[in-house]
């Protein structure tokens, strides 16, 4: 069903008061949305009026129950349906008789189902909320967080407030999405999961998010647009002040039919949808790792201005299969300059090793020196837009110990500033328990200190390819 007019959603992140329907006095291990909820708002510090809805409590998590909707006697700015299917309807009409802004539907089993009665009900509940002027998110979806609103579906999601905005037809997704983000560094401030979209839509948070200026990087989950003309031309007024990533679930004929039954969505096909992404300017990306890392490299570089990369960290056959994986992704891995391989060959003995590209000369790389010609005469080669590095950790630890574990690190945060070109920093997954909180320590330093790091090659190269598109996009009068 098509939005409205563009909403002030200001309301929405920011509710002075929040009625919980559906939440319990039970104690122990109950398992129970509403209570989540509030336990959410507690934990983000809201500071708002918290309304438990529940028909024989007197409190719950220490606040005053009511009833009903209808009984509360204050003005609601939000409500959150954590109800039955059954009960949905008779809760929207109490929200409707309170004048209630905005409605949060959590209730799933409507329009997902594929059953036309159901699809019925949901109809209803929209029909019944426009009547009123109420706004709804969902239904059958995860709702809001916003740290700086006070909002969280759980007590476990982050206080700190970031710079990114997510909307997502997946709750999952999203909170996968968002604790996924914390190694990197990359926390948000606003993110909504909004389920079947039965009123607010993707292109409605998008042109919110977009006209937040605390919000500086955009990303979204979705599944489908029902108002895809809509969408899209928000995209291309926004993407050249701030860039959207968007990871597009149902890629395939098998995900398009497992989008019906989890939000009702009409995937399309994914070939326009790639096409309309880059005349839009969106970054299509294709799996979580990559939607946290692209947020990562927005917030930690500048985007390259071509696709020829010089190749650090092989030895040999990994030398060899990484320029396959470069190549493969659209990357070209040129010979460098004449002059970059004689200036190398001055301090890189040639045995056991190649000044070429890629470059196996990683067990030469011992001191400020080293790193600093290297990164001189790269940034001086005109056959070089963008450096991978791949940082074997394993292999340093073992050569130089956590000594010299510590001076690489702080040599890749001196490379990046020396380098001055787009620097893609590996650091492979480990399964050694020593190694693994070594490269959660290592991983966590960088980030903080501006650098962005990529867990596989695959995935440094592939993020490469869509900052270079989006350059690209940006650059294309």
């Known amino acids: 069903m098509p939005s409205q007019a563009t909403p002030d959603l200001n309301r929405l992140f920011y509710p002075k008061t929040i009625a919980v329907v559906g939440a ?8 129970s949305s509403g209570n989540a909820y509030i336990n959410g708002c507690i934990k983000q510090s809201y500071r708002g009026k918290i309304f438990p809805v529940h028909p024989s409590a007197k409190t719950i998590l220490g606040f005053k129950c009511y009833r009903n909707v209808r009984k509360i006697p204050e003005e609601i700015d939000l409500v959150i349906f954590c109800v039955p299917f059954s009960a949905a309807l008779e809760v929207m009409e109490d929200c409707a008789e309170r004048g209630v802004k905005f409605v949060h539907l959590l209730t799933a089993g409507f329009s997902e189902t594929g059953r036309d009665d159901y699809a019925d009900v949901e109809k209803q509940l929209v029909t019944t909320a426009r009547n009123a002027g109420i706004r709804v998110v969902g239904p059958n979806c995860m709702g809001l967080y916003c740290p700086e609103g006070g909002l969280a579906w759980n007590g476990d999601l982050p206080d700190k407030i970031g710079t990114v905005g997510l909307f997502s037809q997946s709750g999952q997704l999203a909170n996968m999405i968002v604790y996924m983000g914390i190694p990197q560094d990359v926390y948000f401030n606003k993110v909504v999961s909004f389920g079947n979209a039965c009123d607010l839509q993707a292109h409605d948070f998008l042109n919110y998010m977009a006209q937040d200026q605390k919000t500086q990087i955009l990303s979204a989950y979705i599944e489908g647009v029902t108002s895809g003309r ?3 031309e928000a995209a291309k007024k926004i993407t050249r002040e701030k860039p959207l990533v968007v990871w597009k679930g149902g890629q395939t004929e098998g995900g398009s039919r497992a989008t019906q039954s989890h939000t009702a969505a009409m995937a399309g096909s994914f070939q326009l949808w790639e096409s309309m992404c880059r005349q839009a300017g969106i970054i299509s990306v294709n799996s979580i790792a990559e939607m946290v890392h692209t947020i990562s490299a927005l917030k930690r570089m500048s985007t390259p201005k071509g696709t020829r990369v010089a190749i650090l960290g092989g030895a040999g056959g990994g030398s060899v299969t990484m320029t396959d994986i470069a190549e493969k992704e659209g990357l070209s891995v040129p010979h460098l300059s004449d002059n970059t391989i004689q200036r190398l060959e001055e301090f890189i003995p040639l045995q056991g090793s190649s000044a070429k590209n890629p470059l196996d000369i990683l067990p030469h790389l011992r001191s400020k020196e080293t790193f600093e ?3 001189a005469l790269l940034k ?7 450096l991978i590095f791949a940082l074997n950790l394993v292999w340093i630890y073992r050569e130089m110990g956590r000594i010299g574990v510590n001076m690489y690190l702080r040599m890749m945060v001196k490379s990046k500033e020396w380098l001055e070109k787009p620097m893609f920093l590996v650091l492979e997954a480990l399964q050694n328990v020593e190694m693994v909180s070594l490269h959660q320590e290592g991983e966590e330093w960088l980030v903080k200190h501006g650098v962005a790091t990529f867990p596989s090659f695959e995935i440094a190269a592939r993020i490469l390819k869509y ?4 350059n690209d996009f940006l650059n294309n009068d």
């Open 230 to 232: 809509e969408f899209f």
């Open 24 to 31: 319990t006095p039970k104690r122990g291990f109950v398992w």
């Open 373 to 375: 010609n290297l990164m």
């Open 467 to 470: 900052l270079k598109q989006y």
């Open 380 to 386: 001086e080669d005109s056959k070089i837009d963008a």
